[in-house]
């Protein structure tokens, strides 16, 4: 195998950039084996490739995240030598196998996509490079028409960088979004989760305006959803600018916690804050909401409470409360269970007598003591027929 994701790969122009760690709540389902290699605290975590390096969510068995490095003067293009197989190091319970992929809607997505991890000095690196993005711990359930379609198209954008800068190469960090209730269970195999979308965090060295102000790093990132939009068809075209997000954001929905360097350096939102999860009810955020669902109304809008505690919590007792006041008490019957494990995403699908008005409203969050735990607001213009309100960008 290869020595994995290089955090000071970008050069010594700019600051390294380093692998993520993880939020109290998610530290607890990272993968540790010894097989792997250590992270910097000595905790065997890592899984190195050539030119990436993933760590593995124990109960997803899917990746959290691929750390690529990629080098686009070395890029060619290679013929795999070797299919989708299992990761022995990783272990067979450890990921999703063919069984999940097989005669259905999902793609094994890659999280190090071959045309950009498959690069290398001569042509056997570049086929070893290739070769090592067919194992199950890179693939990801992704419905084909949006692999196929807007995720690919973005992935075929981000490779195109950095158009002016002095280097060739750059560095992504790519993960699932696990704040959805959808998932695949096939014949004599347990369940696994669906991710609600993808994101991705993209660094690069930008030497300014015809090369002649400082090199200088710059961050950029994304967040797509596997939603009724991106799905309908084959035929997206994919205005990038349109799903790029904080790091802050992407920290709220996966427990990731990304070094400052990525704060300080995302384009748009340098602004920004590392976002601080902790212990309490300080950890629940509303997250999304189907505002607009498609059919009728009734029955279909749902709300859903994001749990980044740490620990496991009983939303029953809590109140919802929207702009006109309406009160929703939760129980077991509007949540359909009665605790909300640590990462875990709550929905709410029974909602009444709350209303979700297309023209805009607001959403507040009290516990069972009546206390503020959070809120949130949207507008006309973020409501789409069929597609979740994203409610967890705070920017």
């Known amino acids: ?63 959290l995240f691929a750390a690529l490095n990629v080098d686009q003067s070395k890029l060619h293009q290679t013929d795999k030598t070797a299919g989708w197989r299992v990761d022995d190091a990783v272990g067979s319970e450890n990921q999703l196998n063919d069984d999940y992929y097989r005669s259905n809607v999902w793609d094994k997505g890659h999280l190090a996509p071959d045309a950009a991890a498959g690069w290398g000095d001569s042509e056997e690196d570049r086929i070893a490079a290739t070769n090592d993005t067919y194992f199950y711990t890179n693939a990801t359930l992704q419905h084909q ?36 209730t959808d998932t695949i269970q096939p014949e004599g195999r347990d369940v696994a989760t669906i991710p609600a979308g993808f994101f991705k965090v993209v660094a690069y060295v930008s030497s300014g305006s015809g090369g002649k102000l400082e090199s200088s790093l710059q961050v950029r990132c994304f967040v797509m959803y596997q939603d009724a939009a991106s799905l309908e068809d084959l035929g997206g075209v994919v205005d990038h600018q349109r799903y790029q997000v904080s790091v802050s954001k992407i920290e709220q929905l996966t427990g990731l916690v990304f070094p400052p360097v990525y704060h300080e350096a995302n384009v748009g939102f340098s602004n920004s804050v590392p976002q601080q999860i902790s212990d309490g009810d300080e ?95 949207y507008t006309k213009d973020q409501v789409r027929e069929g597609v979740a309100v994203d409610l967890l960008d705070r920017s």
Do not use: C
């Open 1 to 63: 195998m290869g020595k994995g994701y290089d955090s000071n790969f970008l050069g010594s122009t700019v600051p390294a950039v380093p692998l993520p760690s993880f939020s109290k709540s998610l530290e607890q389902d990272v993968l540790e084996r010894e097989t792997l290699s250590n992270n910097s605290e000595g905790r065997r975590i890592y899984r190195n490739y050539h030119n990436y390096t993933i760590v593995m969510s124990k109960s997803h068995r899917t990746a």
């Open 145 to 180: 028409n949006f692999n196929r379609d807007e995720w690919k198209d973005l992935e075929t954008i981000v490779r195109s960088w950095p158009q002016d800068g002095e280097t060739s190469r750059l560095s992504e960090i790519t993960g699932p979004l696990f704040v959805g």
């Open 283 to 377: 950890g629940i955020f509303i997250a999304a909401a189907m505002v607009n669902p498609i059919g009728k109304d009734r029955g279909n809008e749902w709300i859903s409470i994001l749990n980044r505690t740490g620990k496991t919590m009983s939303f029953i007792g809590w109140r919802l409360i929207d702009q006109k006041g309406r009160e929703l008490v939760l129980s077991s019957s509007s949540l359909g269970v009665e605790e909300s494990e640590p990462g875990v995403t709550m929905i709410v699908q029974s909602i009444s007598p709350i209303r979700l008005v297309n023209t805009g409203g607001s959403l507040t969050l009290f516990n069972e003591a009546g206390e503020y735990v959070d809120d949130v607001s």
